[in-house]
């Protein structure tokens, strides 16, 4: 198993515990540094604050989710045409952690959490954010409106996860 923290910001020494940005419901509390398993890590492969949806087949996945939503592919990485720019533009920092310093968190999503310093033990610098997103396996849908498949997702049976939505554009109206 192999743990990672992706960033915009080169040059990161060590990661200091800092409040944790989870839901109250989540059960993590307090100061932490956070981890992403190997699994999971296209998922914040895209600029921070980029509103993404990110989904893929789960144990309890239905044979029709699977069809609707994966149209054959592992992994779905979607967000908005307004991003695209950015992320074309946008260099990160793939920082991968040492594994004895942290606990699992939320296991369906990968999550990994240290209450004390860790320094890394190597970085991997990605200048081709999409192409390493397709490397990963990932297939990228460029969304005209985020709101639909938001919602779609959010109501199926599939493993998923939205970050950034605050940062989506308003939804339109009907």
């Known amino acids: 198993m ?8 080169p040059g990161i020494a060590v990661f200091h515990p800092r409040p944790s940005p989870a839901p109250q419901d989540s059960g993590v509390h307090g100061d932490c540094v956070w981890a992403i398993d190997e699994p999971h890590l296209v998922n914040f492969m895209t600029p921070r604050d980029c509103p993404r949806i990110t989904f893929g087949r789960a144990d309890h996945t239905t044979a029709e989710d699977a069809k ?19 992320l ?3 260099t990160l920092h793939i920082y991968e952690l040492p594994t004895a310093a942290f606990e699992l ?12 310093s860790v320094e890394p033990v190597g970085v991997r610098v990605v200048t081709d954010v999409m192409g390493e997103l397709v490397a990963q396996g990932a297939e990228v849908r460029i969304l005209q409106d985020f709101w639909p498949l938001c919602d779609q997702v959010a109501a199926s049976t599939l493993e998923f996860s939205i970050s950034r939505k605050r940062n989506a554009l308003p939804r339109r109206a009907p």
Request: aromatic share 14%; net charge positive.
């Open 2 to 9: 192999r743990l990672f923290h992706v960033s915009e910001e």
């Open 68 to 86: 609707r939503f994966l149209h054959g592919a592992r992994r779905v990485v979607a967000f908005e045409k307004e991003w695209l720019e950015r």
């Open 105 to 116: 968190a939320l296991p369906e999503a990968g999550y990994w959490i240290a209450r004390g």
């Open 88 to 90: 074309q533009a946008c």
